[in-house]
């Protein structure tokens, strides 16, 4: 299975600071059909997970453009632009390319 | 909108199975796969499987191949996911996702 490692596991930030979060792929996401399913979950803290960035870099929709994703192959950053209180939780990245899906770790981003 | 209602939590013996549902509204049901995925108690997210209810064809992780039954019910756009021979391991909240919306969950505890 692929091995999604995300780094760092935890990360502290005051409002307002940017931050970005890293999510390495023990093999490449490109698919051969040319899409890269590399995307980012956030699960706030007793909720459910909720899709923020898919296929690398498209923002879904109602998720503010402080977040960016980018990357291509196995190396994959989530970006927050100004970290407001909302944020906080615990990200995840996810592969779809390679069955079965699979998930990094988690990074749990809280305030300084 | 979209939404993706589960059933409520469940207390199990080991030994026995279970099954939740996971209730679609908002689209057309059988247009989308439906995943389910595993949350162990403050862990990371594992995939279990899909299944695409137009045709009930699935597809599922290794790791869970014989511990977790996927159906659906297209008459009341409802997946369905059974658990069997369940052990102190299978204890945690299991969500369905269309990926890109996420049921609430539902926790499984399995204890004597």
Redesign the interface.
Known sequence: DVVLTQTPPTLSATIGQSVSISCRSSQSLLHSNGNTYL?WLLQRPGQ????LI?LVSRL?SGVPNRFSGSGSGTDFTLKISGVEAEDLGVY?C?Q?TH????????TKLELK | QVKLLQSGAALVKPGASVKMSCKASGYTFTDYWV?WVKQSHGK????I?EIYPNSGAT?????FKGKATLTVDKSTSTAYMELSRLTSEDSAIY?C?R???????VMVTVSS
Do not use: I, M, R
């Not at chain 1, 459910?48 to 899709?51: C, H, R, W």
């Not at chain 1, 069955?99 to 988690?106: K, N, Q």
């Open positions: 995307h459910s997970p909720q899709l898919y879904e995840y996810v779809g069955a079965p899906w699979t998930f990094g770790g988690g | 995943s990371s997210l594992e995939w499987g597809n599922f992780n290794e790791k969500y996702t990926g890109d919306y996420w049921g609430q969950g």
